[in-house]
């Protein structure tokens, strides 16, 4: 009789403890709005693999279990309205993080998700689209540092006449209009602009326009959908000498498609250091880990991914919970992209570089 009694209050205690600790333990409801279809996801495509991944590998190393993070990913296309639409949907079902990209989807969702007051992780470009808001970080290479790394290429081929073509989208022009060409013109830097429609292909007229102007340098902003056709075109005019063209962090894309390495020669572009060949430590080893877990090559947009959820692990590990403090306090982070910091507006401290297709194939910094 004893013996039973003592064994039913075993079993009533453990029972309580079991409900106490799933009761204390928080579940973070994370809802992810990108393009997962469309041309856009050839470069968002692998940010929710790579935050999976990130969930998973923190559970690990930090004894939680991953299933305390409920993820939601749905696919925007690309399209603004449908991004509204996603959201609508998402909010409906609640959640503690959102994270949206890209740009234009970005832009239209941040008034939305400001409300709401759940941290916005931007996976977009638009330079100054985290200072608009208090509940916004970024983790993830953007305008707002790659800009001044066209400023700084220009002045170290010492040029004195600059072309620019660019995306005519919400953060290419403001790059451009708000960051680069001031800068070049303090320079001295004589410069002529050339904009481009989302759904351009063809660009034998801005080609020939970039010819009779006699750059020094062309910049060539948009997504890799648009570099590969701008490239082919500003090629047959003979103005792709070496080192003549920098292109835009998505030229990155060309090195996961089966491009050739010998088309991409020549071209210097912005890019994370995560790409260039052992700049940062332990990158190569986990990008040898995510190709035999999935079985393809993880490009810079799935580490930053990666890195973002091991600072939500690292957050919910430290203090309990996840939120715009806590998420704050959590960095400086060590990651696969290299160390992660972010400024007073919420965005990341530069880690990325000036880079090129070396001779034997590899990424190396432009020095």
């Keep these: 009789m004893t013996r039973g009694l003592i064994g039913s209050l075993c079993v009533l205690v453990a029972s309580l403890c079991f409900s106490l600790i799933c009761f204390a333990v928080p579940v973070v409801k994370v809802a992810g709005n990108l393009p997962l279809t469309g041309p856009i996801a050839a470069w968002s495509g692998q940010y929710p693999i790579g935050f999976k991944m990130g969930i998973e590998d923190s559970a690990k190393k930090l004894v939680f279990a991953p299933g305390n ?7 925007n296309a690309g399209k603004p309205a449908t991004a509204i639409t996603v959201f609508q949907r998402q909010k409906m079902n609640d959640f503690d993080v959102y994270l ?3 740009s234009e989807a970005a832009i239209a969702l941040a008034p939305q998700v400001q409300s709401t007051k759940a941290p916005h992780f931007l996976i977009a470009f638009d330079p100054f689209l985290t200072r608009q808001g208090k509940n916004r970080l970024r983790i993830m290479p953007n305008s707002k540092i790659e800009g001044p790394l066209f400023v700084k290429y220009a002045k170290m081929k010492n040029a004195k006449r600059v072309f620019i073509i660019n995306l005519n989208s919400a953060y290419a022009n403001s790059e451009f209009n708000d960051i680069v060409e001031p800068e070049l013109k303090k320079a001295g830097v004589e410069l002529a602009h050339e904009r481009f ?4 292909h063809e660009f034998r007229t801005i080609a020939l326009k970039a010819k009779e102007f006699h750059p020094d340098l062309v910049y060539i902003c948009g997504y890799s959908t648009h570099l590969r056709p701008l490239l082919r075109d500003l090629r047959a005019t003979g103005v792709t000498k070496e080192g003549t ?15 050739s390495k010998d088309e991409l020669k020549g071209v210097v572009f912005a890019c994370p250091l995560f790409e260039v ?3 940062v430590k332990g990158a190569d080893e986990w990008r040898a880990d995510y190709n035999r877990r999935f079985g ?3 490009s810079y947009v799935a580490a930053y991914a990666y890195d973002t959820a091991g600072i939500l692990g690292k957050s919910y590990s430290k203090f309990g919970k996840v939120d715009i403090d806590s998420l704050r306090k959590s960095m400086p982070y060590d990651g696969v992209t290299g160390n992660i910091n972010v400024d007073k507006d919420g965005d990341i401290v530069a880690t990325i570089t000036l880079a090129k297709v070396a001779t034997d194939g590899k990424v190396a910094e432009v020095k």
């Design 277 to 279: 060949n052992g700049a």
């Design 296 to 298: 393809k090559l993880p």
């Design 197 to 200: 429609d989302f759904s351009a």
């Design 100 to 102: 949206s990209g890209t």
């Design 245 to 259: 063209i920098m292109a835009a962090m998505d030229f990155v894309d060309f090195l996961y498609d089966n491009t």
């Design 69 to 75: 993070f409920q993820i939601d990913f749905q696919d």
